[in-house]
């Protein structure tokens, strides 16, 4: 087991976290990521403010998450984080999720791409921020980012309308919106009997407020419990986001 | 100022909950009453697992919130809840949120039903629940419940298709979704200059996941700075929900 340093904050599951399970959804748990890392960068002097007077931010650009299980409704769970290294203008980041009894019950990586807000480009990470968020000299339990194969056949496709509620704080859809868009082409049936054990998701797009998206699905039952997802602009010509999901029964 | 006995919980704002101005969105107070109530009658032994031993369940039939601030990324605010009624099949419910120093930030109302899950009907509220909820002989800061105007012209109309991701763990239609409805109403320069100080919403009928729903709205800057809204089934024939917005200067 890699002991993290980092950063660490706690969680507790609210009604409105739960699915129809008892159980907190994946889009919380990705939510709680998210919030732990920008936490994290707040704590160390570099949250979204301090970036903006330097006219930057990070952007998300992809998510890998795997959980034992669920946390239920009333749990604690804490999310360590650790930023693992910074290539050029790439920063990595780990999660661990722990149960109130110190287990891991979920862990996570994702990759981030600093961004020069004006130009909407990508910029040179400063180097001082290794040292502003202890980044470690050599981080052991590093696992690569694999690219994700391109869907043949279309299972699912579903419409949606961007509604203001999927916007973020700098006007384009949430990344965990993505997410969510993906999962609505999983069948109530198989949601019944699988619970969602691994997902990959990789952001190729920004998405502004009031366009339509297309979500698209591939996978079965007899496919390994496996799926492909992308979502697309409307005219389904752009792909804005995709992604893998593993399953395994309840 | 009334002291509230009852039960209150304590909520942090994560980078999630807040808006383009980084403020808690409405959604996210409305989110955290409703668990604060459950919460309330989890530690008195009446939560969902226990009315659903009896095969009962509360529905919310109505909110009314008035905030003079909404609390800001990184914020901790504390909600009172108190139970301070019981009538027939009618529990009333009213909140106080502070912030850390103690402030009163906000308060709320709400109005509950107590159904047979069965009959899908009211049902008569066991005496005993007013002395377990601690339910006070007279309760002095009682706000009636006032109906609300119909619509009689529509300004704004928009149309939804409801999201699993909509759906609360019984079902149906989450409240706070339709909230969310009645608000995307609202033009996005209004939001930028106002902000909303008192929300009333009825609910009026369950939505099943799979329909298509109608928000419309009525109101503009030069009419005091109020909207009403409602809700209405695709086929535009029934009221699913209806509110009152007011909305002050930022």
Redesign the interface.
């Known amino acids: 087991m890699v002991i993290m340093s980092g950063y660490s904050k706690e ?1 507790e599951i ?3 976290q ?3 399970f ?1 159980e907190a ?1 994946v ?1 919380t748990i990705l ?2 990521l ?2 732990c890392a ?2 994290h960068s ?1 704590a160390v002097g570099l949250g979204i403010e301090s970036l903006l007077e330097q006219r930057t931010c990070w952007v998300l650009n992809r998510w890998r998450l795997e959980m034992e299980r669920y946390p239920r409704l ?1 749990e604690k769970v804490t999310i360590e984080t650790l930023n693992t290294g910074f290539e050029r203008f790439y920063g990595e980041r780990v999660f661990t999720i722990r149960d109130s009894q110190g287990n891991i019950i979920g862990k996570a990586g994702s990759l981030w791409i600093y961004l020069n807000i004006d130009k909407r480009r990508p910029t040179r990470i400063p180097l001082q921020f290794a040292d502003q968020y202890g980044v470690p000299e050599r981080y052991e339990g590093k696992e690569p980012f694999e690219d994700l194969p391109e869907i043949t056949d279309i299972h699912s496709e579903i ?3 961007v ?3 999927d ?1 973020d ?1 700098n ?1 384009h859809v ?1 990344n ?1 919106r993505y997410v ?1 868009w993906m ?2 082409g999983i069948s ?1 049936e198989s949601l019944k009997d699988y619970r969602l054990h691994r997902l990959e998701v990789i952001y190729k797009k920004e998405t502004p ?1 009031g366009t339509d998206i297309l979500s698209q699905g591939q996978g079965a039952k007899d496919a390994g419990l496996q799926y492909l997802h992308r979502v697309l602009d409307q005219s389904g010509e752009r792909e804005l986001a995709c992604g893998r999901t593993v399953w395994t029964k309840r």
């Open positions: 969680y609210f009604y409105f739960v699915d129809q008892g959804s889009i939510d709680f998210e919030d920008i936490a707040e009333g419409r949606f309308h509604r203001r509620s916007i704080t006007g949430n965990t969510e999962l609505e109530e407020y």
